[in-house]
Nanobody
Framework: QVQLVESGGGLVQAGGSLRLSCAASGRTFSNYLMNWFRQAPGKEREFVAVISWTGSNTDFADSVKGRFTISRDNAKNTVYLQMNSLKPEDTAVYYC???????????????????WGQGTQVTVSS
């Protein structure tokens, strides 16, 4: 049984930073892509970032490029989302997610993910 547990959310002023963590258990972490998604009230869940098995390749939504970075520590079974220059429009529940397959092809849609964390709230005040 795969478990993903996010942490690190909170309230921050615009321009500030937060680092989210997602701890994984239940399978060989290093064999799988890892994603971050977010969902704001009244909006659909949207892709934020993805990282390859080794961490050497990443991709981001246009809305966060240049402000967010994604990284992973396979020894700790943990993926991180560093969020800088936060904006009020970044306010959302942030989820880490992963597919069940060992595909190396980046996936960007919620329906491509099989495992989800419980989410962590990020609120950015203006």
């Amino acid at each position: 049984q795969v478990q993903l547990v996010e942490s690190g959310g909170g309230l921050v002023q615009a321009g500030g930073s937060l680092r989210l963590s997602c701890a994984a258990s239940g399978r060989t972490f290093s064999n799988y892509l890892m994603n971050w998604f977010r969902q704001a009230p009244g909006k659909e869940r949207e892709f934020v970032a993805v990282i390859s098995w080794t961490g050497s390749n990443t991709d981001f939504a246009d809305s966060v490029k240049g402000r967010f970075t994604i990284s992973r520590d396979n020894a700790k079974n943990t993926v991180y989302l560093q969020m800088n220059s936060l904006k009020p429009e970044d306010t959302a529940v942030y989820y880490c997610a992963a597919p069940s397959s060992t595909t190396r092809t980046f996936k960007y849609k919620p329906y491509d993910m099989d495992y989800w964390g419980q989410g962590t709230q990020v609120t950015v005040s203006s």
